[in-house]
């Protein structure tokens, strides 16, 4: 593994009831399920991954401000943040390491509400719709572009 290399992946609030929470939306596994496969893939394509989950946006925008220096890229699930936190949207620009947005759900298929991201400007790019291999999808994108 390439401990030069390191990937945070941050969740937002109710994720962490993922598992008990909607699971014809959001699936079966938990949290900690999901994780420990992100974990895995992360690990055969050589870099380190952390995680943290908060309910709290405050806690999710000082998280991304500590990332500076020492994550080389974000991948987020914001949650329900996604749709109105300007916040958030402005320490992902502040903070200059890529980030990825991420949705379990086809957020564009779903409530109108849902389907307006104000956090996409500032991300490097969304991914949304596929489960869990949502987040697979942004590792492999994310690691191609910090491999170097």
Known sequence: MREDKKILVMNGPNLNLLGEREPGIYGSESLGQINAEIAERALALGFACDFYQSNHEGDLIDKLHHARGEYNAIILNA?????????????????????????????????????????APACMGQICGFGKASYFAALTAVAEIIKD
């Not at 300007?86 to 109108?112: C, G, K, Q, T």
């Open 79 to 119: 949650g329900a943040y996604t749709h109105y936190s300007y916040a958030i949207r402005d320490a992902i620009a502040a903070i200059r390491v890529p980030v990825v947005e991420v949705h379990l759900s086809n957020i564009h298929a779903r409530d109108s509400f849902r389907s307006q991201s104000v956090l």
